[in-house]
């Protein structure tokens, strides 16, 4: 064996979790790509697994934090489905204004999650507890608020939030010869340059990081387990953008999931309070004591996970363009089920935004692959609590080794 080869192994063995998800979300869905006749990776069908899976991953960014902060919180379903119930109050009810509704929400979801992580971190109260108690209190207030029926439907400027789509900037014939040529109907220019774009942003910040590590000689990936994993990233966002221009273009939803996802991903990587959350959920009283305002990052991070749930629920909202009584109802397990099997750990301190995005949507092609399947939702949720299961055991299994 090359001293490359003992390299990318090694490598390969201190990374098995960051590696394996990737793999495994490849693997998925090259199975129902298989067993599904080629029906999961339609553009019609992609398409529906970004908006099906938005509202999950949106939260599932808010609770990667909480969880890296050493809590949970199980109230995301409720609080989801209470904000988007005050929504249709306020826009259909009492025809306010979509513009002025939206804000309302988002204040509402941070001051939601204020209280909670009040008695969090001022309290000492465990998360478990007091997020259950909210989970309960945003039912029922949701069921009080609707009196128990659904309320829509909502004006268009709303519905774009969630089933809009970005509108293709280049000339007309541009599209109409691209379908030509690809053999779809429809073609959006501006959604596959994005794609084209996105792409060589990944090889550059990747050849930029690399840089980087070489400059203050931090040890960084094999060079053919880079080239490999920049390839693959690369090729998927141009494949799946290339696949939404031949459908409607890009959702208005994936532009902001896509914001999200950037933003969330600088600050907790990049910036001093990232760096602190991690310390907080790694040791909080070593936090402490080095001079880390625990109690109000605990408490930021609740709000963080309010406004969040409040974005989601309003996009739930404007997707069934109604809001009713039980929306968001269980969905805490999908958004906390998402954040472990992208490689957080329940004690806190470690998890990566991205792992949790690719949680989520291999929750999301399971989900997906199997209604198309037809398979039944009492086996899907057996087969999703195993999956779960395994990705835990996995991570444990791994740190157990290294320990």
Request: net charge positive.
């Amino acid at each position: 064996m090359t001293n490359s080869q003992k390299g990318i192994k090694a490598h390969l063995a201190g990374h098995m979790r960051d590696y394996g998800l990737l793999f495994a979300l490849i693997a998925i869905m090259a199975f129902f790509q298989i067993v599904t006749g080629g029906t999961l990776m339609r553009p019609v069908n992609i398409t529906n697994l970004f908006l099906q899976n938005s509202y999950i991953i949106i939260m599932a960014l808010g609770m990667l934090i909480v969880i890296v902060a050493g809590h949970i919180d199980l109230s995301v379903g409720s609080v989801m489905g209470f904000v988007g119930a005050l929504a249709a109050v306020l826009i259909v009810e009492m025809d306010m204004p979509v513009s002025v509704t939206m804000p309302i929400c988002l204040v509402v979801g941070g001051l939601i999650g204020a209280a909670q992580g009040y008695f969090v971190a001022f309290w000492r109260i465990p998360s478990f507890i007091v997020t259950l108690a909210g989970m309960l209190v945003f039912r029922g207030l949701s069921l009080w608020l609707l009196e128990g029926q659904s309320v829509g439907p909502f004006p268009r400027e709303f519905q774009i939030l969630s089933t809009g789509f970005v509108g293709d900037i280049f000339p007309a014939a541009w599209g109409t010869g691209l379908a030509q040529i690809f053999g779809a109907r429809n073609f959006n220019v501006l959604s596959f340059a994005l794609g084209l774009l996105g792409a060589a942003a990944v090889i550059q910040m990747g050849l930029k990081s690399r840089a980087r590590n070489a400059q203050y000689g931090i040890a960084d990936e094999p060079a053919g387990l880079f080239w490999g994993r920049i390839a693959i990233i690369s090729a998927a966002i141009v494949f799946l953008m290339f696949k939404l221009s031949t459908f409607r273009g890009l959702p208005n939803v994936v532009v902001t999931m896509g914001v999200l996802i950037m933003v969330y991903a600088f600050i907790t990587s990049r910036t001093v309070i990232g760096r602190r959350i991690y310390a907080l959920g790694g040791n909080e009283k070593a936090a402490k004591l080095s001079g880390i305002k625990t109690e109000r990052l605990t408490f930021l991070a609740f709000v963080n996970m309010g406004v969040l749930a409040a974005l989601a629920g309003m996009i739930f909202a404007a997707r069934l363009n109604t809001a009713t009584p039980k929306a968001g109802f269980a969905l805490e397990l999908d958004v906390i089920a998402a954040v472990f099997i992208g490689g957080a750990s329940m004690s806190g301190g470690s998890g990566k935004i991205i792992g949790a995005v690719v949680g989520a949507f291999i929750m999301g092609v399971m989900n997906n692959g199997m209604s198309i399947m037809g398979i039944g939702i009492d086996y899907q949720q057996v087969i999703k609590g195993l999956v779960l299961l395994a990705a835990v055991f996995f991570d444990v299994y791994n740190k157990n080794k290294q320990a």
